[in-house]
């Protein structure tokens, strides 16, 4: 099957292909990988499904004025309209219709990249240079549901019988548009990630996980201190520097930062993130301790928590059974492929897109 994966605009990645599992950029040929991708065969966020299909590519509309180029041989689109082609004066431009002359043979699956409060966010009023791609825009809740009704299939990318559906939005959406949503789990490269990183050597120690989301970090590292000195643990975090971006580091680094460590601390809140950090605890053989975002409780049901009473009557039962922290490292490790592993999401796609 021929996969095309396109977005109406990002800052972040420029369109690919793939070239024997390799990302290559369509502008130099040369493999690419943009800033937080840890290699151009593996992308843990952003356009990832191309993986999932040898004969596949992400195309940024963007750099195309909106209209993605002529390829009557692709069988399915996963269309991501969210911003610039929501606006009214794009909208024509980037529609369903206008994907359908590009991909005269597709099925067009609509994909819901993000929900409310990251929906239709920015600044109601923009600065002087502020890009009017950021501004609040009140048409396009409207035209969201104009686009999901042209579409063939509407997908969210969550664990089915998760959080998402139950979600005030996600229900308005739905009693909104004239199709089901589908529910897929977001693919995860959980090969590339064991391979690479994963290790049965772990250090007895402590990462607290903190998201560049201040709101999201809740009281990661005080609990995360507060077990280390309890129980004797070396703490460790990624440091944050006031003259650096957050992102300062690769992502490769960034993974083998925190990978070698056997507890991983992660006490967000928010249950409309899909858990993508909570999928590679997963793969390299950690355990995650804490949160509730969507693929928490499938991987770590013991721990999906935000209640660190409970989270320190767990990691006592851990710190003193080997048998129980193994059990759980190879739970998470076979639900994390179970659910999320190339295999199953490709699967999944064909089943529910194209049968």
Not at 22 to 27: D, G, L, M, P, Y
Not at 104 to 115: D, Q, R
Not at 117 to 129: E, I, K, R, T
Request: hydrophobic share 30%; with cysteine.
């Amino acid at each position: 099957m021929k996969f095309a994966e396109v977005w109406d605009y990002t800052y972040n990645v420029k369109s690919f292909y793939l070239d024997g599992g390799v990302a290559k950029s369509f502008e130099t040929n040369e493999p690419y990988m943009y800033k937080h991708s840890i290699a151009p065969d593996c992308f843990l966020q952003g356009p990832v499904y191309p993986w999932l299909w040898e004969d596949s590519y992400y195309i940024n509309l963007a750099e195309y004025d909106g209209v993605a180029p002529y390829d009557p041989s692709v069988d399915m689109v996963l269309y991501v309209n969210e911003r610039v082609g929501l606006m009214n004066e794009n909208y024509e431009k980037y529609s369903v219709d206008s994907i359908r002359k590009s991909f005269p043979n597709a099925v067009i699956v609509g994909e819901i990249k993000e929900v409310e409060p990251n929906f239709n966010s920015g600044p109601h009023v923009l600065s002087p240079g502020e890009a009017v791609h950021r501004q609040v825009r009140p048409e396009r809740p409207i035209n969201r549901i104009k686009l999901f009704n042209d579409c063939d299939f509407v997908n969210l990318p969550a664990i089915p019988n998760g959080i998402y559906s139950t979600i005030p939005y996600v229900i308005e959406l739905q009693n909104n548009i004239n199709k089901e949503i589908i529910y897929t789990p977001g693919p995860t490269n959980t090969e590339y990630v064991f391979d690479h990183y994963y290790s049965d050597e772990k250090l007895n120690s402590i990462f607290a996980y903190t998201p560049h989301q201040h709101h999201r970090r809740g009281n990661t590292l005080e609990f995360a201190n507060y077990l280390g000195n309890k129980y004797n643990l070396p703490v460790h975090h990624k440091p944050l520097y006031h003259d650096k971006p957050f992102d300062y580091m690769s992502s490769h680094d960034f993974v083998s930062l925190w990978s070698p460590h056997l507890y991983h601390i992660n006490l967000d809140d928010m249950k409309t993130q899909p858990g993508q950090q909570c999928k590679q605890v997963a793969c390299v053989g950690s355990i995650n301790m804490g949160g509730v975002n969507d693929s928490h409780k499938f991987l770590y049901p013991e721990t999906a928590t935000c209640d660190t009473n409970k989270l320190e009557e767990v990691f006592v039962s851990y710190l003193d059974d080997e048998n129980k922290r193994f059990e759980t490292i190879k739970y998470a490790w076979e639900k994390v492929n179970e659910i999320c592993g190339f295999d199953t999401v490709r699967k999944v796609f064909e089943e529910e897109f194209l049968s």
